[in-house]
């Protein structure tokens, strides 16, 4: 899918105009989980709209937003039965999570492949295809096209046992973690 980002802003006068507009900036497809990419939509820091946006998205330092500041990305999931190759390296897959997706990657959990969990609230769209969430209670729900998913800090992973791609919207609004409930 090849997506136009077209980014609005203001003219020295306070008028509305497009300040940017070109292809959607992408991560590439990971080399250890062929068929699995993100894109980076935008991102922004706590605090007052900027007034001259700025591309915050090449190369983050993280993808993920410190509180009160946000990111968007756009991800898609292959299906399971495609995504590992023979020859699968969960360092090199480790490392690349790191490189690629810097804040996020070192989150995964390496003895629960896929978990982890974020000082976010994240707002996730499926756009194409069906998606499994799994929550660490063993809990199980699948996503489908049009379905949406707000979580709150929670630990989870993802899996899509279809057999086309899943694409989803994420938006990560950071947020301090709270007292844990009893």
Known sequence: ??????????????????ASSGPLPSVGEFRQ????????IWQTAPGPIPA????PTSPPPSVLPAPGGSCAMRVTFPPEASAMPADFDPQAAARELCERLPGLG??????APGFHR???????????????LELDDGGRRLLRQGDVIVQMGTRHAWSNT?????????VMVGAPRGQAVA
Do not use: C, K, W
């Open 52 to 55: 001259h946006p700025v591309d």
């Open 106 to 111: 070192e989150l995964f959990e390496a003895d």
């Open 162 to 170: 279809g057999n086309t791609p899943a694409r989803l919207l994420f």
């Open 1 to 18: 899918m090849t997506s136009q980002r077209i980014i609005t802003g203001h003219d020295q006068a306070g008028r509305s105009i497009i």
């Open 118 to 132: 974020s000082d976010t609230i994240d707002y996730g769209v499926v756009l194409e295809g069906e998606i499994t």
């Open 33 to 40: 989980f062929p068929g699995f990419a993100v894109e980076l």
